[in-house]
């Protein structure tokens, strides 16, 4: 699959001596990724979420895939989301993800999706991952995604 997509880190500025922990990305609704009735199918923003915590990692310096090359992962242990009005095909999403929690062995990022063309959310929800070695062991956050993040 491929997203047309474009990060509009603009939207949000750190403040001074604040780091910066928060990725705004905008997705046009397709129509493989809706229903019958030309609603975006639920399974949909899960997979917007994905791309927006992927752009938000390389927003601040670090792709998923370096992060896998020096040895860590960032499983799902928890998904939410909560839906709150419909998009239908070719709408465009604002999806924006914030890093709210990043303690011992886990990180939790929180979620809105906004209708673009009224601001509208559309969608509020989080997930949480542990960071796992390649043994799949669950270790403790990295030092190094600690000063990037922290």
């Known amino acids: 699959m491929e997203y047309i997509i474009s990060v509009h880190s603009n939207i949000y500025t750190a403040q001074p001596g604040e780091k910066m922990k928060k990725t705004i990305i905008e997705i046009r609704v397709r129509y493989?990724?809706?229903?019958?009735?030309?609603?975006?199918?639920?399974?949909?923003?899960?997979?917007?979420?994905?791309?927006a915590?992927?752009?938000?990692?390389?927003?601040?310096?670090?792709?998923?895939?370096?992060?896998?090359?020096?040895g860590y992962y960032l499983p799902v242990r928890e998904a939410y989301c909560r839906y709150r009005a419909s998009l239908q095909y070719d709408d465009v999403v604002l999806v924006e993800v914030e890093l709210s929690e990043l303690k011992g062995a886990s990180l939790k990022l929180n979620y809105r999706?906004?209708?673009?063309?009224?601001?509208?959310?559309?969608?509020?929800?989080?997930?949480i991952h542990p960071f796992t070695n390649t043994e799949g062991k669950i270790v403790r956050v990295p030092d190094f995604f600690a000063q990037i993040f922290g």
Do not use: P
């Open 113 to 127: 999706m906004l209708r673009k063309e009224d601001g509208k959310i559309v969608a509020q929800g989080y997930t």
């Open 53 to 70: 915590r992927t752009e938000l990692m390389r927003e601040k310096g670090l792709s998923y895939r370096e992060l896998e090359e020096y």
């Open 32 to 51: 493989a990724e809706t229903d019958q009735m030309g609603v975006a199918h639920h399974g949909s923003y899960f997979t917007w979420m994905e791309a």
